[in-house]
Protein backbone atom coordinates (compact mmCIF):
# COMPACT_ATOMS: atom_id res chain seq x y z
CA UNK A 1 0.00 0.00 0.00
CA UNK A 2 2.83 2.59 1.19
CA UNK A 3 4.42 1.89 -2.39
CA UNK A 4 1.28 2.44 -4.57
CA UNK A 5 1.09 5.55 -2.50
CA UNK A 6 4.21 7.33 -3.19
CA UNK A 7 3.52 6.17 -6.94
CA UNK A 8 0.88 7.99 -7.41
CA UNK A 9 2.26 10.75 -5.56
CA UNK A 10 5.09 10.93 -8.24
CA UNK A 11 2.98 10.66 -10.91
CA UNK A 12 1.15 13.54 -9.67
CA UNK A 13 3.98 15.63 -9.07
CA UNK A 14 5.75 14.37 -12.44
CA UNK A 15 2.03 15.63 -13.95
CA UNK A 16 2.28 19.31 -11.82
CA UNK A 17 5.83 19.53 -13.77
CA UNK A 18 4.96 19.23 -17.05
CA UNK A 19 1.33 20.88 -16.63
CA UNK A 20 3.78 24.26 -14.90
CA UNK A 21 6.25 23.82 -17.88
CA UNK A 22 3.20 23.70 -20.65
CA UNK A 23 1.91 26.73 -19.45
CA UNK A 24 4.83 28.53 -19.34
CA UNK A 25 6.69 27.05 -22.53
CA UNK A 26 3.00 28.44 -24.40
CA UNK A 27 3.29 31.62 -22.96
CA UNK A 28 6.90 32.54 -23.51
CA UNK A 29 8.59 30.45 -25.77
CA UNK A 30 10.23 26.71 -24.60
CA UNK A 31 13.76 28.66 -24.62
CA UNK A 32 12.83 31.74 -23.00
CA UNK A 33 12.01 29.35 -19.89
CA UNK A 34 14.71 27.77 -18.08
CA UNK A 35 14.06 24.94 -15.30
CA UNK A 36 14.56 27.23 -12.83
CA UNK A 37 11.53 28.73 -13.21
CA UNK A 38 9.59 25.58 -14.14
CA UNK A 39 10.66 24.50 -10.49
CA UNK A 40 10.39 27.62 -8.71
CA UNK A 41 6.12 28.00 -10.79
CA UNK A 42 5.60 24.05 -9.46
CA UNK A 43 6.93 24.48 -6.56
CA UNK A 44 9.23 21.56 -6.30
CA UNK A 45 12.88 20.58 -5.71
CA UNK A 46 15.10 20.64 -8.88
CA UNK A 47 16.17 17.14 -8.09
CA UNK A 48 12.85 15.80 -8.02
CA UNK A 49 12.40 17.62 -11.83
CA UNK A 50 16.12 16.22 -12.56
CA UNK A 51 15.15 12.82 -11.35
CA UNK A 52 11.75 12.93 -14.06
CA UNK A 53 13.77 14.53 -16.57
CA UNK A 54 17.34 14.52 -16.97
CA UNK A 55 17.64 17.35 -19.36
CA UNK A 56 15.54 20.00 -20.47
CA UNK A 57 14.54 18.15 -23.58
CA UNK A 58 13.30 15.26 -22.06
CA UNK A 59 10.45 17.74 -20.41
CA UNK A 60 10.11 19.79 -23.44
CA UNK A 61 9.22 15.82 -25.22
CA UNK A 62 6.66 15.32 -22.59
CA UNK A 63 5.26 18.56 -22.36
CA UNK A 64 4.61 17.93 -26.57
CA UNK A 65 3.20 14.18 -25.58
CA UNK A 66 0.83 15.52 -23.26
CA UNK A 67 -0.43 18.28 -25.90
CA UNK A 68 -0.42 15.29 -28.47
CA UNK A 69 -2.40 12.75 -25.94
CA UNK A 70 -4.95 15.45 -25.26
CA UNK A 71 -5.60 16.92 -29.10
CA UNK A 72 -6.20 13.08 -30.08
CA UNK A 73 -8.61 12.50 -27.08
CA UNK A 74 -10.21 14.97 -28.34
CA UNK A 75 -10.06 14.03 -32.10
CA UNK A 76 -11.33 10.74 -30.78
CA UNK A 77 -14.27 12.00 -28.99
CA UNK A 78 -15.38 13.33 -32.14
CA UNK A 79 -15.01 10.59 -34.11
CA UNK A 80 -17.06 7.87 -31.71
CA UNK A 81 -19.76 10.39 -31.42
CA UNK A 82 -19.78 10.79 -35.44
CA UNK A 83 -19.78 8.08 -37.38
CA UNK A 84 -21.05 9.36 -40.92
CA UNK A 85 -17.27 10.83 -42.58
CA UNK A 86 -19.30 14.26 -43.43
CA UNK A 87 -20.17 14.72 -40.37
CA UNK A 88 -17.66 14.09 -38.56
CA UNK A 89 -15.25 16.15 -40.66
CA UNK A 90 -17.83 18.58 -40.21
CA UNK A 91 -17.68 18.43 -36.30
CA UNK A 92 -13.65 18.07 -36.43
CA UNK A 93 -12.92 21.62 -38.41
CA UNK A 94 -15.48 22.84 -35.93
CA UNK A 95 -13.59 22.30 -32.68
CA UNK A 96 -10.69 22.93 -34.16
CA UNK A 97 -11.83 26.69 -35.38
CA UNK A 98 -12.94 27.26 -31.80
CA UNK A 99 -9.42 26.29 -30.79
CA UNK A 100 -7.56 28.31 -33.09
CA UNK A 101 -10.33 31.29 -31.96
CA UNK A 102 -10.29 31.01 -28.63
CA UNK A 103 -9.11 34.00 -26.34
CA UNK A 104 -5.67 33.69 -25.22
CA UNK A 105 -4.56 31.34 -28.06
CA UNK A 106 -1.06 31.39 -28.94
CA UNK A 107 -1.05 29.61 -31.85
CA UNK A 108 -0.21 25.74 -32.30
CA UNK A 109 2.08 24.52 -29.86
CA UNK A 110 3.76 22.27 -32.29
CA UNK A 111 4.83 24.88 -34.50
CA UNK A 112 5.78 27.11 -32.57
CA UNK A 113 8.11 25.00 -30.75
CA UNK A 114 9.77 23.37 -33.98
CA UNK A 115 10.65 27.12 -35.06
CA UNK A 116 12.50 27.39 -31.85
CA UNK A 117 14.40 23.89 -32.54
CA UNK A 118 16.24 24.58 -35.70
CA UNK A 119 19.77 23.28 -34.74
CA UNK A 120 21.11 19.92 -35.07
CA UNK A 121 21.25 19.02 -31.46
CA UNK A 122 17.48 19.16 -31.39
CA UNK A 123 16.09 17.55 -33.88
CA UNK A 124 14.17 15.48 -32.08
CA UNK A 125 12.11 17.79 -30.84
CA UNK A 126 11.10 18.76 -34.26
CA UNK A 127 10.64 15.33 -35.39
CA UNK A 128 8.08 15.23 -32.50
CA UNK A 129 6.72 17.91 -33.57
CA UNK A 130 6.65 16.56 -37.33
CA UNK A 131 5.02 13.30 -35.48
CA UNK A 132 2.01 15.28 -34.59
CA UNK A 133 1.64 16.57 -37.97
CA UNK A 134 1.67 13.40 -39.93
CA UNK A 135 -0.82 12.05 -37.33
CA UNK A 136 -3.17 14.84 -38.77
CA UNK A 137 -2.46 14.64 -42.41
CA UNK A 138 -2.86 10.45 -41.64
CA UNK A 139 -5.96 10.49 -40.69
CA UNK A 140 -7.37 13.40 -42.59
CA UNK A 141 -6.46 11.13 -45.38
CA UNK A 142 -8.52 8.02 -43.68
CA UNK A 143 -11.42 10.48 -42.89
CA UNK A 144 -11.44 11.95 -46.83
CA UNK A 145 -11.02 8.46 -47.94
CA UNK A 146 -14.58 7.70 -46.74
CA UNK A 147 -16.47 10.74 -48.00
CA UNK A 148 -16.74 9.42 -52.17
CA UNK A 149 -14.74 12.18 -53.89
CA UNK A 150 -13.03 11.54 -56.61
CA UNK A 151 -9.13 12.67 -55.02
CA UNK A 152 -9.86 12.30 -51.48
CA UNK A 153 -5.70 12.09 -50.87
CA UNK A 154 -5.45 15.74 -52.40
CA UNK A 155 -8.59 16.70 -50.36
CA UNK A 156 -7.27 15.46 -47.18
CA UNK A 157 -3.35 17.59 -47.98
CA UNK A 158 -6.07 20.83 -48.77
CA UNK A 159 -7.25 20.12 -45.29
CA UNK A 160 -3.98 19.51 -43.22
CA UNK A 161 -3.24 23.16 -45.16
CA UNK A 162 -6.10 24.87 -43.86
CA UNK A 163 -6.60 23.46 -40.35
CA UNK A 164 -2.62 24.34 -40.12
CA UNK A 165 -2.63 27.81 -41.25
CA UNK A 166 -5.78 28.43 -38.97
CA UNK A 167 -4.03 27.33 -35.93
CA UNK A 168 -0.87 29.42 -36.51
CA UNK A 169 -2.82 32.47 -38.00
CA UNK A 170 -5.48 32.15 -35.07
CA UNK A 171 -2.79 33.28 -32.89
CA UNK A 172 -1.64 36.40 -34.26
CA UNK A 173 -5.33 37.70 -34.52
CA UNK A 174 -7.21 39.05 -31.18
CA UNK A 175 -10.41 37.28 -32.48
CA UNK A 176 -8.98 34.40 -35.03
CA UNK A 177 -9.14 36.58 -37.91
CA UNK A 178 -9.49 34.56 -41.09
CA UNK A 179 -8.99 31.91 -38.78
CA UNK A 180 -12.59 31.71 -38.32
CA UNK A 181 -13.34 30.67 -41.40
CA UNK A 182 -11.58 27.50 -41.46
CA UNK A 183 -15.12 25.55 -41.80
CA UNK A 184 -16.22 27.50 -44.72
CA UNK A 185 -13.23 27.32 -46.43
CA UNK A 186 -13.22 23.69 -45.83
CA UNK A 187 -16.64 23.17 -46.68
CA UNK A 188 -15.70 24.91 -50.04
CA UNK A 189 -13.21 22.58 -50.56
CA UNK A 190 -15.36 19.28 -49.90
CA UNK A 191 -18.15 20.90 -52.44
CA UNK A 192 -15.21 21.16 -54.95
CA UNK A 193 -13.72 17.51 -54.41
CA UNK A 194 -17.17 16.26 -54.33
CA UNK A 195 -18.00 17.54 -58.30
Known amino acids: MHESTRQVRGA ?5 MVDTAAELFYVNGVRAVG ?4 VRQAGV ?12 DDLVLAVLQRRDDDFWAHWDEVAARCTDPREQLDAQLTWIEALATRRHYRGCAFVNTAAEFEDTESQH ?3 RCLEHEEELRRRLH ?4 RL ?5 ARLADQLH ?8 VGGLYPQGGSANALT ?12
Open 125 to 127: IRA
Open 45 to 56: AKSSLYRWFPRK
Open 161 to 168: IAIVGSLV
Open 148 to 152: GVADG
Open 142 to 145: ALTG
Open 35 to 38: VDEV
Open 184 to 195: ALAADLVTAASR
Open 12 to 16: ALRDK
